[in-house]
Structure formats: C-alpha cells, structure tokens
C-alpha cells in the first residue's frame, strides 16, 4: 500500500491535512487509534463548549428579570445536558468521516506505529508514504504531588461525562480548561474552589482582564487560592482533601470531588518516533521550520504534538501550511496573531501581543482602553455587566494586541488578529464598515 502522504492522529491537525491533502488530489491515508476529530472533537473544544452554552442558557433563564421576562423555576437535567453534548460530538465525528471519505482519504482505524520515514505498521499492515505528518496532540499532564496516586481524581474526561453533580469540587490549576469547568459547575450550584500556583488565573491571558473575570467569578461564589502550591492530596471519609502552601502559610480544604487540569503535553512516545533522526528545541518539542517541516525532510509535524501553541485553530493552520508545501504551493506560518480565548461567561479574548510580553521585548506601545459599554449592543444584551476592550498600540500607530472581556469576544477577536496579523493602524481600521449595531463596533471607537 504506497500513498503520497501518511498522517498520524486525526485531530484538527490530521483531518485538515487529510482533506486538504485529498481535495489537491494527493493519495492519503490516515491513521487514527481512537475516534477522528481527535481531543478537540471527542473531548475537548466541542464537549466542553456544549456543555458551557446549557449552563449559559440556564443562566440566562435564572437572570431573565432582568430583561423583564418571568420564568417560573428554571430548573436542568444533567444527564440530559451531557447526552445533548454527546449527540452533538457524533453528529460532528460523522460530518469529518464524510468529507474525508468525499476525498478518497483512507482512513484506518488502529495505532500506527513509525517504522522509517517512508514506512508505517498498523494491526500488522504495512504502508509505504512518500511524505509523513506526525499529529498525535497531546495529553493530560498529572503533576507527582505527594499521595495523587491514592485518591480518585477527575481529568477533563470525567468531568465532560459525570452525570451526577458533586456539592462541592476543587480544582487544581486556573487554566484555560480549570476555568471553563470552574464556569460550568459554578453555573450549575457547585461550590468551587480554584488552586492556582500562579499569582492570577489564566496564565498567558491579558492579567488585568483575568484579574476582572477573576473578580466576577468570586461574585458568583468561586473562590480563588492564587499563589498557592499544592502539597499533598489525601482521600477523607468528608471528601478529598487538597493541603496547600503560600504566603499565608499553609491550609487545607476538602471537596466532593477533585479536578486535575495543570496542564498538557505533547504525546511523543509508544509510536516509534525515535526511528526518525529528528532535531529537538531547547524545550524538548520538535524542531520544525515555517512548513511544519521537521530536520528530516520529508517529515512534517503539526498540531499539539509540536508543542508551539497547543490550540485547535494553531492546528488547523499548520496543517494547512504542511499540506501547501507539500503540494508545491507557498504558504508559511505565522504566529503573530492567534487568538486565545477562554469561554467563561463572560467570555475572554486576547490576540497579539500581550502588555507583559511587550514589556519583556522592550517594544514601546501605549494602551487604549474602552468599557464595553460603548457599544449599543453590548448595553442592550449584558444588563448589569461589565466589559473592557483594550487595545495595545505601536509607536507607528499600529495595532500590535487586542484583549476583550465580554460576550462575544471568542467571535469578535478574529477581526482584531485580521489588523494584528496585515500590520494594520488603527486608522485603517477605522475605514472598515461595522454594522450597526453590534458588539464589534467597539473597535471603532478608538
Ligand atoms: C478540555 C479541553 C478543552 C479544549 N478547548 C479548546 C478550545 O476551546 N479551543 C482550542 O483551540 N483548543 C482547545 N483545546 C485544545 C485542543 O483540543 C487541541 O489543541 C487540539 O485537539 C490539538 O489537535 P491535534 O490535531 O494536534 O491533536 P489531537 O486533537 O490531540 O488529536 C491527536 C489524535 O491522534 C491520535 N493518535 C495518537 N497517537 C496515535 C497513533 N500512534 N496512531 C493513531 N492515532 C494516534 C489520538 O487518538 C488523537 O485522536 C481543548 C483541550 C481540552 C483537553
């Protein structure tokens, strides 16, 4: 079996590449162990965006006073909310098998195991490639706190399935994914308890921003241990108990439940990856260049498992550019200008350069900052909300970052990476014709 391309992983990375790759009229086939649409589709991105969008809709249906609608007792179902996001996961698991099969990709169903840069095995099969992308993503990592091992903790996997709502859930680490679940819970009654090492939630976000959806989060009765450093977990007959130290000293509290989400890494090993010669960075990720293209040529390395960014839209990108090299097209990536985005409600958003990373480079810059407010449309759907829209400029005028709190920054953020990414100013921005009214007018105000 001799094909032009063969992709390991069919997550963002490797379906996109598969279909690109398809659609230019390559031979390809993809490998994938588990279930396509990898950790964004199964059990990432979507899951968790469904799930948060019940919770969003119950709250809106507990706050609607406040837009004079009367709703008696609003009330949810959870088993009902996690089979709605199950539904939602096949339905989109089915689309991607559809167009893949629509471009005569070849998928096979197994793990693939790397024999030499131009040979794969798979359930004792052997397939010859000319061109390989590598796209396994990426895996929770657990921190060796002491006693982690004796108790029953929650990864992102359990806590998109459990269909019985714990009283009280403490979670360690006040990422991007810690606080999406934070957001969820905290909608649904739980009590929440968020452990950060960190001295602000969100790491990587705009700290002022973080800081404010910190604030309203503790409105709705998180509550945040910031600067503190986990030191053991034990099992009690209460709960689990999670003992900590900052500078306060040290303490403890005990939950129903514990959620683990410190971080990821990238999947690297049990796939033969060491049969290929490849170059490694100073961090330990794969070397590629601006192709995805690893040290040895003809190997490609995208998505999560190259260790820059970690993000499903990064992956899709990269894939894309992997594809275009291959098939002789230019395109290289660019970094400059991915968003980030935290689908807490409210939501956060950020794209370009942050004030902390500015400041790091030296870059001189001035900020401008505008509440959300004045926008029309942002008053007339967050009653009794606030947002901030900031913007980070060059010295020539232009736009080198912009960071959102309030709904829908996820949605407007694009327009602002489109002016970080083409060097636009803030005048050329101006130019644009916004309608009328929405939130994304906001952008013309500066
Ligand atoms: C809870 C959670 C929420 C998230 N939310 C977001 C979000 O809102 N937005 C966002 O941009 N990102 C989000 N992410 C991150 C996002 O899921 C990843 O960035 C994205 O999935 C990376 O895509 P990928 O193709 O690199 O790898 P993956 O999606 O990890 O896919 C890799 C695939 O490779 C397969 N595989 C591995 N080894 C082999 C082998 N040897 N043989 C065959 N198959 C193999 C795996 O089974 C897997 O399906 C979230 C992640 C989590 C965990």
């Not at 034990?234 to 129903?256: C, F, R, W």
């Not at 694009?414 to 005048?427: D, F, Q, S, W």
């Amino acid at each position: 079996m001799k094909y032009q391309l063969a992709i390991i992983g069919g997550g963002p990375a490797g379906y996109t590449a598969a279909e690109a790759a398809g659609k230019a009229g390559l031979s390809v086939v993809l490998f994938e162990k588990r279930s396509l649409g990898g950790v964004c589709l199964n059990e990432g991105c979507i899951p968790t965006k469904t799930l948060l969008y019940s919770a969003k809709i119950y709250d809106y249906a507990k706050h609607a006073s406040k837009y004079g609608v009367t709703v008696p007792e609003a009330s949810f179902d959870l088993a009902k909310i996690v089979a709605r996001k199950s539904k939602v996961v096949r339905k989109l698991v089915l689309g991607i098998k559809a167009k893949l099969t629509a471009h005569q990709v070849h998928i096979v169903t197994g793990e693939a195991a790397i024999v030499d840069k131009n040979t794969i095995q798979c359930d004792g099969e052997t397939y010859e490639c000319e061109n390989l992308l590598l796209c396994t993503g990426s895996e929770t990592f657990i921190p060796s706190i002491s006693g982690v091992e004796k108790v029953d903790y929650w990864t992102h996997r359990d806590a998109l399935d459990n269909k019985e709502l714990p009283g009280s859930l403490a979670i360690v680490g006040g990422g991007v994914i810690g606080m999406e679940f934070a957001s969820f819970f905290n909608s649904l009654g739980v009590q929440v308890t968020v452990v950060e090492m960190m001295d602000e939630i969100l790491g990587g976000m705009d700290k002022e921003l973080s800081a404010m959806l910190r604030a309203e989060y503790t409105k709705k009765g998180i509550k945040f241990l910031l600067g503190t450093k986990v030191v053991e977990l034990s099992k009690q007959d209460t709960g689990i108990t999670v003992a900590y130290e900052n500078t306060q000293g040290a303490g403890t509290i005990t939950a129903d439940k514990l959620l683990m989400s410190v971080g990821r890494r990238p999947v690297t090993k049990g796939f033969g990856l060491e049969n290929l010669d490849l170059k490694w960075t100073e961090r330990k990720c794969i070397w590629v260049d601006k192709h995805l293209q690893s040290s040895v040529p003809g190997v490609y390395v995208c998505g999560d498992l190259n260790g820059v960014s970690l993000l499903a839209h990064t992956a899709v990108r990269e894939a894309e550019v992997a594809v275009h090299h291959i098939t002789g097209k230019g395109d290289t990536m660019s970094y400059r200008a991915i968003p980030g985005v935290v689908y807490t409600n409210p939501e956060i958003a950020g794209v370009g350069m942050s004030e902390e990373a500015l400041q790091v480079a030296g870059i001189p810059y001035h900020t401008v900052k505008l509440p959300m407010a004045y926008s029309g449309r942002f008053v007339a759907e967050n009653e009794g909300v606030n947002g901030v829209c900031k913007i980070l400029v060059g010295e020539d005028d232009t736009i080198l970052g912009a960071h959102l709190l309030g709904n829908p920054a996820s949605e407007l953020i694009v327009l602002a990476g489109m002016a970080v990414e083409e060097h636009k100013t803030v005048e050329d921005w101006k130019r644009y014709v916004f309608p009328h009214p929405t939130v994304g007018e906001i952008f013309r105000e500066f």
